[in-house]
């Protein structure tokens, strides 16, 4: 008889699932009232607001790091929430690169925490398969396990026949491979938090249980009052780690954050004999836990039974929506949502035809908890540009449970040091803004939770909620022109631009793309003729007033530039670490205009704001939505500039590094004379109402020379020949600048004091152990590295590259990379892995060609040489 694979029996057999006390291990009840007080101080170093697994983490390791008078405030009781109903997975696996270190220091951190807390948290190693039944999802493997080699955690790629062996239970037709994570498996969410509190109390937190917190609001001295029904506490620090409660206590303190409440179910069978006998049989050792990438499922080992956990398709998942607008029923804790089993049927099946024990069985338990998504289903971890002495550590919808050690550690270490001790700025809570609206959110939570376990691609676009209100005035026109967009920080980006008959959409591959002879016509176009490119995504801030050449040269390790220049400057961390780039104009002597990229708008305001000094008489203002940014670049710019101008624009009158207001085809702009390709350009900054407009002109200008538009993908090769760093890939807090070879930016003896001084002037008594280097790769014109793969010498992984594309001056693949400086020589050859293949490779100058602005500095050299 199919029990399991019966539908009448299945539909029968299931029903909303609550977890008892009786089954927590045993001595449950006395270890959680030992962790717990009822009653709130007045006064705290932080109070964070949420008993789940990452408010009780993140209590555990401020207090056990040494922070005093840490509080952590629950409304009703620990785990009550999204942690409860958790089906409690770990793993090692992770797409982002650094995101893997969370998982990393939370299963660390599971191997250790029973026996210095004296609290069992159910652990058990398993072990588990992602499984590829097509050759695109092993190919998927193949490509993260290029980005993960250099990595700490232990996997590794297995064939059909050792899957046979780990796992006995498996329909094997149809299996191609699959990727091996040792380590991974599972753990109980419930005692697990309670291990988290009972050392938070351990290390002196208060634990405060049936504590409503009914307001938040800042005082005039940056500290904050939390109102509670027992009375008010004053912090130094804030910390929202309230779960799905999130957004209300966001919403306490003017915040919107953009988080939806979705459904997610999971089924627990009852017992199964033949995995029961063969678990004697192994002394006890579980099955790895599966994950099905094509029925789109999870599944591990729930004591004799199995666990099964689907995503559903897109169309089918649910959000609670009425919980965004309305919010959540008040009282609702540990209550579960009511199963929709039609939703997860053709999950079932799969599962079904893949493990056909399954069918020997019957469903015990159907849960369906809420679980907390932001668009892109990463959490939100940090400070927001919004409020000071704020932190954000939510959404965990995703990775709860395996991210709650790593969150917890990552955020109390920031919090305690100034700086995070690693790059995450996926994760950051500033990379969502006003566009980010509830249109968008919906759409983009059921597209991210839909698509959990689907491929992912390089350099692959997702098109739901898009476009947002992010789009600039000439979007339209670029749009019909060709252009094939990218999204970043809400904006549509061109990536390149197809002709007619070619494709504008993503392939689904992991080899080299059908837009390559298209970027090649782009770099062409900037190499010999001319091209237009809408850069409005650029962040974009004014500084003004008095004071503010003093603080910003506080913020900035360059020498400011004089009136009417512009330069490269980077703001570091107290460690000395590149925590951001920003191009400079000074438009007067107290009057600045700040460039960074689209990505880090909202996180390099966020550190200029919270650095200015109370009472100051300067003002920053974000008018990166207020201006639209065109670029005219390449060999016959200067002609489309003069025949729109009369402002003289000869290289004598309109030097490298100028900035300057001027009329620009009858628009009131400031044009200066930068490019990011390193070739012949100007960037045309302006009102954005006027873009449209101003976009068709330069067309019209440009026609006799042939103009053309060109996108990122062209602009990144043009850079990466030229040796151009870019914030994000080959600097970031990973890397201390002069590794990144930005020591001439760098004025460790500048007059004014900067963040990061000191830490500089040590770095350079220490000998570098590291170095940004460019090599060029032998991948026979197969694929191209992209960064973070892994590379090789002597059969031992010695680095990673950090960002790659297709020379096309050069007819071969490039990237840059970080060696060791015994590999960096010019002419050391190592080896780049790439979809499982290692590709030879070696050291060549940096750059590779040198910019208009050098080739035109040499060129006057040598005039003037012939002259005398």
């Known amino acids: 008889m199919l029990k399991f694979g019966n539908r009448n029996n299945f539909l029968k057999k299931a029903y909303n699932y609550s977890r008892s006390l009786s089954s927590k291990p045993n001595g449950f009840l006395e270890q959680h009232e030992s962790v717990e007080t009822r009653h709130a101080k007045d006064n705290a170093e932080v109070v964070i607001i949420g008993g789940g697994c990452v408010g009780t983490s993140l209590a555990y390791h401020l207090a056990k790091f040494g922070v005093k008078n840490v509080v952590l405030l629950e409304k009703t009781e620990l785990t009550a929430g999204s942690t409860y109903s958790a089906a409690g997975l770990t793993t090692y696996y992770n797409h982002g690169i650094n995101m893997r270190n969370l998982h990393y220091e939370s299963l660390k951190l599971f191997e250790t925490i029973e026996a210095e807390t004296d609290q069992e948290i159910g652990f058990n190693a398993t072990g588990s398969l992602r499984l590829a039944h097509t050759k695109e999802h092993f190919n998927e493997f193949k490509y993260m396990m290029s980005r993960h ?70 005082r005039a001295d940056g500290t904050w009052e939390v109102d509670t029904p027992s009375g008010k506490i004053n912090t130094k620090q804030l910390v929202n780690a309230a779960g799905f409660h999130a957004r209300e206590i966001g919403q306490m303190s003017g915040l919107n954050l953009p988080l939806a409440p979705v459904h997610h179910q999971y089924l627990v069978s009852a017992s199964v004999p033949l995995l029961e006998d063969w678990q004697k049989n192994q002394n006890g050792r579980q ?58 049927d053709r999950c079932i099946e799969h599962c079904m035809e893949l493990m056909p024990i399954m069918q020997e069985t019957e469903i015990q338990n159907a849960i369906a908890g809420p679980i907390t998504y932001s668009p892109d289903m990463l959490p939100m971890m940090g400070p927001t540009h919004h409020l000071t002495n704020y932190w954000l550590t939510v959404g965990f919808g995703c990775f709860g449970i395996v991210h709650s050690g790593g969150a917890g550690k990552y955020l109390a270490r920031w919090m305690i040091n100034g700086e995070p ?77 197809a002709t007619q008959g070619e494709l504008k959409t993503t392939p689904a591959c992991y080899t080299r793309k059908h837009w390559h002879d298209a970027v090649g016509r782009e770099v062409d176009l900037l190499l010999n003729g001319v091209g237009v490119a809408d850069l409005t995504y650029f962040g974009k801030f004014i500084l003004e007033g008095p004071g503010a050449t ?127 390709t390193g070739e012949l350009g100007w960037e045309i900054h302006h009102d954005r109402n006027d873009t449209g407009a101003l976009y068709k002109r330069i067309l019209e200008a440009g026609a006799e020379f042939e103009i053309g538009d060109y996108g990122w993908f062209a602009t990144n090769s043009l850079r990466l020949e030229k040796g151009l760093r870019h914030w994000g890939d080959e600097m970031n807090l990973d890397k201390n600048p002069f590794e990144a070879g930005l020591g001439s930016f760098i004025k460790t003896n500048k007059k004014t004091p900067f963040i990061g001084q000191e830490a500089c002037k040590e770095m350079l008594g220490n000998e570098l152990k590291s170095k940004l280097v460019m090599l060029t790769v032998d991948t026979h014109g197969y694929l191209d590295p992209e960064g973070n793969e892994t590379i090789w010498f002597d059969n031992q992984v010695v680095g990673n590259t950090t960002s790659g594309a297709w020379s096309y001056s050069a007819n071969t693949s490039i990237c840059m990379a970080y060696l060791p400086t015994s590999l960096t020589e010019l002419g050391s050859n190592v080896y780049v892995e790439l979809l499982g293949k290692r590709y030879k490779a070696t050291v060549v100058n940096d750059p590779m060609y040198e910019t208009e602005a050098v080739r035109s500095r040499n060129d006057l050299k040598e005039d003037r040489a012939d002259f005398s």
């Open 149 to 218: 080699t250099w990595h700490r955690a232990n996997e590794h790629l297995v064939d059909p026949d050792t899957i046979e062996q780990m796992h006995p239970f498996l329909n094997m037709e149809g299996i191609k491979g699959g990727l091996y994570t040792p380590g991974d498996g599972h753990t109980d969410p419930y005692s697990l938090t309670m291990a988290y509190a009972k050392g938070a109390r351990m290390y002196g937190a208060t634990l405060v249980q049936d504590c409503i917190v009914t307001g938040t609001k800042q």
């Open 287 to 344: 099955i790895p836990t599966i994950r099905d990438l094509r029925g789109s499922y999870y599944v591990r080992q729930e004591r004799t039974g199995l666990l099964i956990g689907p995503y559903e398709a897109p169309d089918k998942m649910k959000i609670q929506e009425d919980w965004y607008d309305n919010g959540i029923p008040r009282g609702f804790s540990k209550e579960a949502y009511e199963s929709d089993l039609d939703r997860i």
């Open 421 to 497: 001790d690693y790059d995450l700025i996926e994760c950051d809570p500033d990379r969502f803004s006003d566009w980010t609206d509830r249109k968008f959110l919906m759409e983009k939570a059921r597209e991210s939770y839909g698509m959990n376990t689907s491929p992912a691609y390089p350099k692959e676009e997702r098109w739901a909620g898009r476009p947002t209100e992010r789009v600039s005035g000439a979007y339209q026109e670029i749009k019909e022109r060709g252009a094939a967009f990218g999204f970043n920080a809400g904006w549509e980006q061109a990536r390149f631009f």
């Open 550 to 676: 003093k603080f910003l040269s506080s913020m900035v390790a360059n020498t400011l530039p004089k009136e009417q220049q512009v330069n490269l400057s980077h703001m570091l961390t107290p460690n000395g670490k590149v925590y951001a780039e920003l191009t400079i104009s000074r438009l007067g002597k107290e009057r600045y205009y700040l460039v960074t990229s689209a990505g880090s708008e909202l996180h390099d305001l966020r550190w200029l704001k919270h650095h200015m000094p109370e009472n100051a008489e300067f003002t920053l203002q974000n008018v990166t939505d207020q201006m639209g940014v065109l670029a005219v670049t390449g060999k016959y710019s200067r002609d489309v500039m003069t025949k729109l101008t009369d402002s003289a624009m000869s290289h004598e009158d309109f030097p490298f590094l100028e900035c300057r207001e001027m009329s620009l085809a009858g628009y009131d702009v400031q044009a200066t004379r930068i490019s990011y």
